[in-house]
């Protein structure tokens, strides 16, 4: 347990944390009252209040996982309730609502009622959390300004707007399961309602001259950015004035975050963000490089050096490398880091490695970098994206031939599949594609390697009649058809294909991994995809953004941006294929 506890605080996140962490909910999952669930309650009282919060919060998804109330582990959160540390407090009062929900009730509302501040508002967020909690309405009169504020449902009154002036801040505290403040809150109240109402409450709350109230309204429209595809062009003028000098420095920075994850909204507030790079370049260097503005290039490559995860790096660098920037320095910094950093493979290498990639045949200097990570033998995830990155370099990963030769083993296994898609890309060889397309397994269990060797095959020379009845027969034995074996049938096969490709293809129209690629494929199709009309407009035109699931709220709503655009260009190009054809027509 302390060697767990001592790499958790060291990295939460690491592989050897996740499994131990899994090993310890196994077994209190499977006895609640042995002794690794004993171990686990007492260390709550650690004398280390940053260990006391970790187990706290790892008891409390446990207690989730039971679904009934858990004695022992609500006796441990009412003992740490009169805690000296603040977020302990809250920590323990979000596990009493876990482990014993009748218990947290009456606390909260009862005879003998918790008195301390912090505990009764954790207590409240934890219990409101349900949107169809019986407790709100008892809870909108209570006598705490944040606990009323936290039951309102939206900012509609007088009484909300001067309980948020008054207690605003303290919603969302450290040590809670969630961080909401008012604004997240009433956001996500008003999904699946009137959008129109969200953009009224959120230029209310942006009018009014306290930064409790304006940060509300940069969070409520965060939510509403991420839900409808009209928020944009609503809400910008409303946050637009929050990105000046005059705003106060919290709500501006929130701000720049929110307004530049949006590809839209970064669009709209080009000048402003761009304004903002030296002040705020956490936050407006990604969002510029996103859109390819190379005015970020240079923060940019501050943040790649001092290894900032994917999340903020990688998209950018695509961004640029995509708008035909020059992305030099980018892969300097990126090969600089991997240099600093030798042996890392963390999120940051991995992010390092992603600059890479993105930047193609520019990172040809950073191979001997990737070709480290490559031998590294404690970090497979990390040699494939080194593999995908010598492979995206293409020729000038020349060098990289050999050891990649010694690792390919004939692509049995994903990670070898991508070594052997990485020679050849690296090549060009076609006698080696032909090599690894004999050695496909007949199940094709490695639908997406077969997808990427036929599509190379067809984009360089052509595809041969064996390759053409690989993918008949895949289409007429697998249980569903992967778009880009249909796009390969109807690029080679033409008319022949096209019922195939119309019957495939806008099934993926949904999706971020396929559905901006199938568009692309129905736009080269021209009038032969008109069938496949409606199902673009339906993705083109809907109001509420198609969820993608990627990991990230933010990814998502981009991924959104560019499947509708997508969409919206095969729409186009279909109707003026239609158009040609009609005007061809005697």
Known sequence: METWIREARRDPASAACGLVRRVIFDAVLADRTGPVAVRLLGATADERADVRILLLEIVTGLSGCIHDPWPEAAAAAVARLRDPDE???????????????????????????????????ALAEALLLRPDAPQRQLLAADRDPAIRLRAARRPDTDAVLADLDAGGARLGGPGGRVNWGAGTVWGLAARGGDENSCYEHVGLLAARDTAVAQRAAVDMAEVALREWRAAPQALVPHLRPLLGAAADPGVRAAAAAVLGSPLETTRLCVGELAGLLDELPDAAAPALARIGDARALPQLCRLVAEGRTAEVVGEAAEGLAEAGADVGPLVAAAAEFLDRHEGATDRSAA?????????????????????????????????????????????????????????????????????????????????????????????????????DLLEWFAEHGGLEPQHVAYLWEAVDTEGAVHPKWAAALW??????????????????????????????????????????????????????????????????????????AAAREALHRIGEAAAGRADDTP
Do not use: K
Not at 529 to 544: D, K, N, Q, W, Y
């Open 491 to 564: 690029r080679h096969e033409g008319a022949a294909a096209a019922a195939l490709a119309l019957g495939t293809l806008p099934r993926a129209l949904d999706g971020e991994l396929y559905g901006p690629y199938a568009c692309t494929v129905l736009g080269d199709m021209g009038a032969t995809a008109a069938p496949a009309v409606p199902a673009l407009r339906a993705v083109a035109g809907r109001a509420v953004r198609v969820a993608l699931y990627t990991g990230s709220f933010d990814r998502d709503t981009r991924g959104d941006e560019r499947l509708a």
């Open 351 to 451: 992010a390092a490695v992603g600059v890479l990639r993105a930047c193609g045949a520019a990172s040809a200097v950073a191979v001997r970098q990737l070709l480290r990570l490559l031998g590294a033998d404690d970090a497979g995830w990390l040699r494939t994206r080194a593999a995908l990155a010598l492979g995206e370099i293409g020729p000038g990963a020349a060098a990289a031939v050999p050891l990649l030769e010694g690792l390919a083993g004939g692509g049995r296994t994903r990670f070898e599949g991508h070594v052997e898609m990485a020679l050849i890309r690296i090549t060009g060889e076609r006698r080696r594609a032909d090599r690894l397309f004999a050695r496909l397994p007949a199940s094709r269990r490695n639908a997406s390697l077969a997808a």
């Open 87 to 121: 977020l302990v407090r809250r920590a323990a009062a979000w596990l009493l609502a876990e482990a014993d929900h009748r218990q947290a009730v009456e606390l909260l509302t009862g005879a003998g009622r918790e008195r301390d501040p912090v505990a009764r508002l």
